[in-house]
């Protein structure tokens, strides 16, 4: 069976090791795209001592607040229509405002004085250029919206935080706080900062500012390149497994699978496991890839190369270091412990985050 299993202990535990790396930051975890994968059901009760959530689109907010979920809710991209913000409004949803005509539905639809919407975050461009105001434009829109009666979050994102030495960081950190400390000067003291997504978090502790904003890090993965997610004490929150459905031995000089990709150089034991890109493994893995086969009669556990070309439904292993008698239906371990998600990443050229997002709804899904 092909089975994602989701930890929601270890969120917790990864969400604790947030909280005493930004101990005077209020937490915004970022749920965003189910969960980074692992289903916001199963990740939202995980997440009680966070102060609030991020998504990036209305229906993933009003799924959340559906789900029960009573705390800050921040819309990373903000409405993308004027319906939508008054949608925002009705589900007291908190938004981005980072042009001119998001700018405007919040001028001409102002919440109640109590309501969740009256908290904005105002969006700098410090140098990501996606999306935000300028230098211009910030100080404007930051006084028609304070005028306006709303409580505002300058916030800005990181472009290669999880590269501690490269050199936009400054740039961003110096344009942000300038911005902060001249809106802080000029227009309201309580004007709060956000800055740092999970690689901030780690690799400017000088900078948390009033609210974090961590994703990646909650779900067990490293936010930046120099250091593991062991190194960095957390826990990956998925477990991707299928099971061996087939053994057989390839003799020496035949190949396997579409393409003939891998060809055996001499005789080798090979085992069919029960996964594919149709699960969401990815079909481009380099040959440094293996999975961890744990026998099912007796718990030992092996680490096997994968050869061949990743299909839809299966993939081929090389068990020459398992022994000739494993069983049938010896679990796979694809990633989780070992591998750990960021290593498959490595060898399929892309970010954990990529590979958790994009799994699909053929594994059974369960929680431990
Ligand atoms: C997704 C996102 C985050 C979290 O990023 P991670 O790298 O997963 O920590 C933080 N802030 C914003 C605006 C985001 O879109």
Request: one cysteine or more; charged letters at 20%.
């Amino acid at each position: 069976m092909r089975t994602i299993t989701i930890k929601p202990q270890a969120i917790t535990h990864n969400l604790n090791q947030v909280k005493k790396m930004a101990a005077n930051s209020k937490v915004l975890a970022m749920v965003k795209s189910n969960a980074y994968g692992h289903g916001v059901a199963a990740v939202l009760p995980a997440l009680q001592q966070a102060d609030g959530i991020g998504v990036a689109t209305l229906t993933e907010a009003l799924e959340a607040r559906q789900l029960g979920w009573d705390k800050t809710i921040g819309l990373i991209e903000g409405a993308f229509t004027a319906d939508e913000w008054q949608q925002a409004i009705n589900s007291d949803i908190s938004c981005v405002i980072h042009h001119a005509p998001q700018l405007q539905w919040a001028l001409d639809n102002i919440p109640l004085a109590n309501s969740a919407t009256r908290v904005v975050w105002l969006k700098y461009n410090t140098g990501m250029n996606r999306l935000g105001f300028n230098a211009e434009g910030i100080m404007a829109a930051a006084k028609r919206l304070h005028e306006a009666g709303y409580q505002l979050i300058l916030a800005t994102h990181f472009a290669n935080a999880d590269d501690s030495t490269h050199p936009l960081n400054a740039m961003q950190i110096q344009r942000f706080s300038e911005v902060l400390d001249t809106l802080q000067a000029t227009i309201s003291a309580d004007i709060k900062g956000s800055l740092c997504n999970s690689a901030g978090i780690v690799n400017f502790p000088e900078h948390h500012y009033d609210w974090v904003r961590p994703g990646i890090i909650l779900y067990g993965s490293a936010p930046v390149i120099d250091k593991s997610a062991h190194e960095l004490g957390l826990q990956p929150a998925m477990d991707f497994s299928a099971q061996i459905i087939a053994l057989q031995t390839v003799q020496a000089d035949n190949a396997i699978g579409y393409g003939s990709r891998w060809t055996a150089q001499k005789d080798t034991r090979t085992a069919l496991v029960s996964v594919g890109y149709g699960d969401g493994y990815p079909r481009v893995i380099s040959d440094e890839a293996y999975v961890t086969v744990i026998d099912t009669t007796n718990d030992k556990s092996y680490r096997c190369a994968v050869i061949g070309r990743v299909a839809m439904d299966m993939i081929v292993i090389d068990v020459s270091t398992a022994p000739e008698d494993i069983a049938l239906d010896s679990k796979v371990i694809l990633w989780g412990d070992a591998p750990h998600v960021d290593e498959v990443a490595a060898h399929a050229g892309t970010i954990s985050y990529e590979l958790l997002c994009r799994l699909s709804i053929r594994p059974n899904r369960i929680q431990v």
